[in-house]
Antibody, heavy 121, light 109 residues
C-alpha cells in the first residue's frame, strides 16, 4: 500500500522560505509516476502547486512559478517543495500526492494527510 | 489562466440523486476527474477519465461528459456522501497541467 507523509514547519515567518518534504512508503519514487504538491487555504479550495516525474522533469503552476521548486531524493524515497518569499496568503494545508504513470494531467490517486503551514510573524 | 466552474452547493434528501457539474472550455479535449473531501481529511478520488470508477468506490458514484461540462452523479445519496466535491482537469496549452474547480458542497438534508 502506497503511503505518503508530509513534514515541515508548522509556522513560517513572512519573506522566509518554506520547505516541505513528502516521505513515500510502499513504492519507490524512482520506479515511475508523477509526484505532486497541492495546497488548500483554510476554508477554500484546492490549488495545484507543482509536479515532478520520476525522471526529474518538473512542472509548475504558472501563478507560483518563480517562487517554487520541486525536487526528489531517490536515496531517501522522498520529494520536496520549496516556496520562497512566503506571505500570509501562502497559509494553507499542504498535501503531497502520487499521480499516474504517464500523464502529468492525470488523476491523483494517493494523498498524504496534509500538513498545515501558517505564515505569520 | 484556466478556470473550472462548479456550483457552490447542492442539496438533496437521502435516497435522491445528486448531480454536480463542472464546466470548462478544455473539457472537450481533456479528461475530468472528481474528488470527494470530508472535513479534516485529504481528498479521495471517486471518478477518473470522465467516467471511470476506482476500485473501492461505491457504484452509486458515476461520471459523464458532454461538451464543455463533466458531471458527477451520486444515485441514492446517503448521509455519508455529504462532503465537498472537486473536479480536476487541465488546459491544452501546456501551461496549466492540473487545475481544480472551486468545489461543490453537497448537503444531505
Amino acid at each position: 500500500q502506497v503511503q505518503l507523509q508530509e513534514s515541515g514547519p508548522g509556522l513560517v515567518k513572512p519573506s522566509e522560505t518554506l520547505t516541505l518534504t513528502c516521505a513515500v512508503s510502499g513504492y519507490s519514487i524512482s520506479s515511475g509516476h508523477y509526484w505532486a504538491w497541492i495546497r488548500q487555504p483554510p476554508g477554500k479550495g484546492l490549488q495545484w502547486i507543482a509536479s515532478i516525474y520520476y525522471n526529474g522533469n518538473s512542472y509548475y503552476n504558472p501563478s507560483l512559478k518563480g517562487r517554487v521548486s520541486i525536487s526528489m531524493d531517490t536515496s531517501k524515497n522522498q520529494f520536496s517543495l520549496r516556496l520562497n518569499s512566503v506571505t500570509a496568503p501562502d497559509t494553507a494545508v499542504y498535501y503531497c500526492a502520487r499521480g499516474v504513470e504517464n500523464l502529468v494531467r492525470g488523476e491523483l490517486t494517493y494523498w498524504g494527510q496534509g500538513t498545515l503551514v501558517t505564515v505569520s510573524s | 489562466s484556466y478556470d473550472l466552474t462548479q456550483s457552490p452547493s447542492v442539496s438533496v434528501s437521502p435516497g435522491e440523486t445528486a448531480r454536480i457539474t463542472c464546466s470548462g472550455d478544455e473539457l472537450t479535449k481533456q479528461y475530468g476527474y472528481w474528488y470527494q473531501q470530508k472535513p479534516g481529511q485529504a481528498p479521495v478520488l471517486v471518478i477518473y477519465k470522465d467516467s471511470e470508477r476506482p476500485s473501492g468506490i461505491p457504484e452509486r458514484f458515476s461520471g459523464s461528459s458532454s461538451g464543455t461540462t463533466v458531471t458527477l452523479t451520486i444515485s441514492g445519496v446517503q448521509a455519508e456522501d455529504e462532503a465537498d466535491y472537486y473536479c480536476q482537469s487541465s488546459d491544452s496549452s501546456g501551461n496549466y497541467f492540473v487545475v481544480f474547480g472551486g468545489g461543490t458542497k453537497l448537503t444531505v438534508l
